[in-house]
């Protein structure tokens, strides 16, 4: 089935750690995206890519790092120089010409 | 720059009976995409209808209907027949180009509760 996997779907890291969550899709999507949610709130833009090799910041990307190498693969790292690191991340793909965009479970990361 | 608002932070409906979900936006393009999401407890994000600025009629999709008013630049979504299932956060979101691969700007959302 296609779709979008991220791993893991829990998080915990320790204070001043950088970590990277994992967002893949077999969608064969040109656009991959990375929103970050906190508690009642809606979704906020971190960074996204519209080709591979090239991404643009988002409103929140500070603290924040991608790489997109691969047209399948978008992975994120939360650097430590990101202040307030614990939320719900969640990654998205569109394909060009199509309305819809498609959403992955989530990944949930708590930093302790 | 663009600008969705969702000012129904709860709302509660009886089974079976329809709802209504606000959602007002600002931009000025003239040309852009309205989106409603669906999000359960699970946390995954639901695709559940689309509306373009030029669409001349209001989408619909199942139970679910967008009336927009272009005018009055609102996007509103109808729930037909509440089903237990519909308790949910339900997100308002557009975009600038009705189509292509821009990201969304979303709203705060309202979380939905259907009472039996």
């Known amino acids: 089935d296609g779709g979008i996997t991220q791993s893991p779907k829990y998080l915990f890291r320790k204070e001043g750690q950088n970590v990277t969550l994992s967002c893949e899709q077999n969608?064969?999507?040109?656009?991959m995206y990375w929103y970050r949610q906190d508690p009642g709130q809606g979704l906020r833009l971190i960074y996204y890519s519209q080709i591979v090799n090239d991404f643009q910041k988002g409103d929140i990307a500070e603290g924040y790092s991608v790489s997109r190498e691969k047209k399948e693969s978008f992975p994120l790292t939360v650097t430590s120089a990101q202040k307030n690191p614990t939320a719900f991340y969640l990654c998205?793909?569109?394909?060009?010409?199509?309305?819809?965009?498609?959403f992955g479970p989530g990944t949930r990361l708590t930093v302790l | 720059a663009q600008k969705i608002t969702q000012t129904q932070p709860g709302m509660f409906v009886q089974e079976k009976e329809a709802v209504t979900l606000d959602c007002t936006y600002d931009?000025?393009?003239?040309?852009?995409?309205l989106f409603w999401y669906k999000q359960p407890s699970s946390g995954e994000m639901i695709f559940l209808i689309y509306?373009?600025?030029?669409?001349?009629q209001n989408a619909t999709e199942g139970r679910y209907s967008l009336n927009f008013q272009k005018a009055r630049k609102s996007a509103n979504l109808v729930i037909s027949a509440s089903q237990l299932g519909d308790s949910a956060m339900y997100f308002c979101?557009?975009?600038?180009?009705?189509?292509?691969?821009?990201?969304?700007?979303f709203g705060k959302g309202t979380r939905l509760s259907v009472i039996a």
């Open positions: 931009t000025s393009d003239p040309s852009y995409g």
């Open positions: 998205a793909s569109s394909m060009t010409g199509d309305n819809e965009q498609f």
């Open positions: 509306q373009g600025s030029y669409d001349q």
């Open positions: 979101a557009m975009r600038e180009v009705p189509s292509g691969n821009t990201p969304l700007v």
């Open positions: 969608l064969n999507h040109d656009a």
